[in-house]
C-alpha cells in the first residue's frame, strides 16, 4: 500500500499543516482585493503571500516556498534525502515564468526552465536523482501524487517526494482575466451567483513510501486515474467525460456510502462547477457530500490538488466535512449535498478530485488505514 | 512494447526510421508535412508550434499504424515529456503584456501557455477519453520516459500509449522524438 508519511502546506494561511487545517476549520480566508499591484490595469482578489517575507537572494519565491514546505515536511521523518531511492517530484503550471518580464533580472533567464527550478530544489536537499516536473495544468498535484504510487508500486524508489507550488503573477493574472473567468468578490464555488475563480500562492508536501501492512491511523493513497474529455482544450465537457471516468475508477468497487465526501475542484467558474455536478452525478455519488477549498484559498493551480488532499486527509482526522467558504444557494443543475457549514462525519475514506485546460481530469481515493 | 515511432527535427522527419521527404525547413516543414498528410484538421492552423509538432507526430504515428477509425476509446494514453514546457507560447503571452501602454493580453495566446494542451489536442483530434499527461525534465533521458510510460500501464485500462518527447524552444526550435506503444501481454 502507498502510505502517506509526512505532509506540509505553506500558504498565507499558515506555514504548516496543522496551521492551515485550523485556519480553514475556522472559516478563515487569506482572499483580498488588489487594486493596481502589479501595475495591472484591472482590479482582482487573490490569496497572496507577503513577498517581502521571502529575502533568500538564491532563490526565486518559489524555489524557497518549495524548500520551505519539502524541509518541514522532512524534519517529520528519517529520510536519507541523499540517497537515490529518493525521488522528487515536482507539480506546477507555470513556475519561474515571472522571469519572462524583461523587468525581471536578479535570476539568470535559465530558472524559467522547470527543470532548472526543479534541480535547484534536488540540488538543497543533496539529492542525486532527476527530479520529474508534472505540468499538466490544473490537475498537476493529483497527477503527481498518481505518478508517486506509480514509481513506488514498482518498487524503483523507496520514497517520493511530491510537492505542489505555484506563485501568481502579473503573467497569470493577466491570462486569467483575459479569460474572463476571475471573480470581481470572493469566490463563491457552486454557488446559484458564482462569478468565477480567484487566483492563489502556494506549496504543499507530501511524503509517500510503500508498506505491506499499515495501521487505522495512517494515510493510505488507494488508486487514482486521470482521464481526458476529448471535448476542447478550454472549456470543460458538457457530460463531464473525463471527471465521471476518472471518478468511476477513484471508486472502483467502493460503496459511496463509505466515502465521507468528495472534495470537488470547484472553482467557482460557471462552467467547471456545472461539469462537476453532472461527473458526480453519472458517477453515482449524488448523494455523497461535496466540498471546494477555493474560498480559504483560491485556485493555487500546481498545488492545489496536493494541498487540497493534505487539508482533507486532516479534516478526516478531526471527523469533519469541512463547509464550502462562499457557498450559499446550490447553482448546478444536479443535486448535490454541498453546505457552508462543517458537519461532523466517523467516514474515513475521501475523493480529490480536479479538471483543467487540455480537457484533463483526475480523481484519487484516499482511506485512513487502507481499504478494508 | 514499441510499435511505431516518430522522429521531427527541423531538418529531417524520420517514421519507423524511413526519411519521409519535405521541401521546407523549420517552421515552414510543418505546415508542409500538415498539407502532405493531414489536412483535413483546419484546427491545426489555431495550434501553438508545440501542438502543431506534437499533433503532426501522432498523425503520421497513426497513419504507421493503419485502420484510423477515430471511434471514442479510453484505453489509449497520451503522456509526453519535454525541456522547455510551453516556452514558445509564453513568451508570446507574455509579448502581449509586456508595454503598460500597450497592454492586450490575449485570450487565445494564453491558452496554449500550458505544455500540456497538446496531449488535449491529440486526445481531441482521436476521441481519446483516456488519460493524458505532460512532464518536464530538462534533458531528454529515454530511460526516464520508457520507466515512466511502463509504470502508466499500471493504470487499469491504458493498453497503448503516444509517449515520448515534444520540445520547443522557439518557432524555428524543435524536437518531437514519439512513438506508439502497446502493454506487454
Redesign the interface.
Known amino acids: 500500500m502507498i502510505v502517506c508519511v509526512a505532509h506540509n502546506i505553506i500558504s498565507p494561511l499558515g506555514s504548516n499543516s496543522a496551521e492551515n487545517y485550523a485556519a480553514v476549520k475556522s472559516g478563515k480566508s487569506a482572499l483580498r482585493k488588489y487594486d493596481g499591484l502589479w501595475?495591472l490595469?484591472e482590479p482582482f482578489v487573490a490569496s497572496l503571500l507577503d513577498r517581502n517575507a521571502f529575502t533568500d537572494k538564491r532563490y526565486t519565491i518559489d524555489e524557497q516556498i518549495v524548500i520551505a514546505s519539502i524541509s518541514k515536511a522532512l524534519k517529520q521523518t528519517d529520510i536519507d534525502v541523499k540517497s537515490s531511492k529518493v525521488l522528487f517530484i515536482i507539480s506546477t503550471?507555470?513556475?519561474n515564468?515571472f522571469l519572462?518580464?524583461?523587468n525581471e533580472n536578479v535570476f539568470p533567464q535559465e530558472r524559467?526552465?522547470?527543470?532548472?527550478m526543479?534541480?535547484e530544489v534536488t540540488k538543497h536537499f543533496g539529492n542525486p536523482n532527476?527530479?520529474?516536473?508534472?505540468?499538466?495544468?490544473c490537475i498537476s498535484g493529483v497527477?503527481a501524487q498518481i505518478?508517486a504510487m506509480?514509481?513506488l508500486?514498482?518498487g524503483?524508489y523507496d520514497y517520493v517526494v511530491v510537492c505542489g507550488v505555484d506563485v501568481q503573477s502579473?503573467?497569470i493574472v493577466?491570462?486569467?482575466?483575459?479569460?474572463k473567468a476571475l471573480s470581481p468578490v470572493e469566490c463563491k464555488p457552486f454557488d446559484a451567483n458564482r462569478q468565477g475563480l480567484n487566483l492563489g500562492d502556494a506549496a504543499a508536501t507530501i511524503i509517500y513510501t510503500k508498506k505491506d501492512k499499515v495501521n487505522d491511523n495512517e494515510w493510505v493513497a488507494c488508486r487514482g486515474?486521470?482521464?481526458?474529455?476529448?471535448?476542447?482544450?478550454?472549456g470543460p465537457s458538457r457530460t463531464g467525460?473525463?471527471s465521471f471516468?476518472a471518478l468511476r475508477?477513484a471508486l472502483g468497487d467502493l460503496e459511496p456510502e463509505k466515502l465521507a465526501f468528495i472534495n470537488a475542484h470547484g472553482t467557482a467558474t460557471p462552467y467547471n462547477d456545472e461539469m462537476e455536478s453532472i461527473a458526480i452525478e453519472r458517477a453515482g455519488l449524488a448523494g455523497v457530500p461535496v466540498n471546494s477549498m477555493k474560498g480559504y484559498y483560491g485556485h493555487t493551480m500546481g498545488a492545489a490538488g496536493v494541498l487540497e488532499t493534505i487539508i482533507s486527509m486532516q479534516a478526516v482526522d478531526d471527523h469533519n466535512i469541512l463547509g464550502t467558504r462562499g457557498f450559499d444557494t446550490l447553482g448546478v443543475t444536479h443535486p448535490l449535498v454541498v453546505s457552508n457549514q462543517n458537519r461532523a462525519t466517523e467516514k474515513r475514506t475521501f475523493i480529490k478530485l480536479l479538471s483543467?485546460?487540455?480537457?484533463?481530469n483526475a480523481a484519487l481515493l484516499m482511506a485512513k488505514g487502507g481499504l478494508k | 512494447m514499441m510499435k511505431h515511432s516518430v522522429i521531427i527535427t527541423p531538418e529531417h522527419v524520420l517514421v519507423d526510421g524511413n526519411p519521409l521527404m519535405h521541401n521546407e525547413k523549420g517552421s515552414a516543414s510543418l505546415t508542409e508535412l500538415y498539407r502532405n498528410h493531414i489536412g483535413d484538421y483546419p484546427k491545426f492552423f489555431k495550434m501553438d508550434t508545440l501542438s502543431k509538432l506534437g499533433f503532426i507526430a501522432s498523425e503520421l504515428l497513426l497513419n504507421a499504424e493503419g485502420n484510423r477509425s477515430f471511434e471514442p476509446r479510453e484505453d489509449r494514453a497520451v503522456i509526453l515529456f519535454n525541456r522547455h514546457a510551453s516556452l514558445q507560447a509564453d513568451t508570446a503571452y507574455q509579448a502581449t503584456i509586456q508595454d503598460p501602454d500597450n497592454f492586450f493580453p490575449s485570450p487565445a495566446a494564453f491558452v496554449y501557455t500550458l505544455p500540456n494542451i497538446v496531449t488535449g489536442e491529440i486526445a481531441i483530434r482521436n476521441k481519446y477519453f483516456g488519460e493524458t499527461s505532460f512532464m518536464v525534465i530538462d534533458d531528454f533521458d529515454e530511460k526516464i520516459i520508457i520507466k515512466n510510460l511502463e509504470n502508466a500501464f499500471q493504470d487499469p485500462i491504458t493498453k497503448s500509449i503516444i509517449g515520448g518527447w515534444v520540445d520547443c524552444s522557439d518557432e524555428e526550435h524543435f524536437e518531437a522524438k514519439m512513438f506508439l506503444m502497446e502493454k506487454e501481454i
Not at chain 1, 130 to 137: D, G, L, Q, W
Not at chain 1, 356 to 360: R, V
Open positions: 501595475g490595469p503550471t507555470k513556475g515564468v519572462l518580464d524583461k524559467i526552465r522547470l527543470g532548472v526543479a534541480r532527476e527530479p520529474i516536473i508534472v505540468s499538466n495544468a497527477c505518478e506509480r514509481y508500486e514498482s524503483e502579473s503573467f493577466s491570462g486569467f482575466q483575459s479569460f486515474a486521470i482521464r481526458n474529455d476529448a471535448n476542447h482544450i478550454s467525460e473525463g471516468r475508477i483543467g485546460f487540455g480537457g484533463c
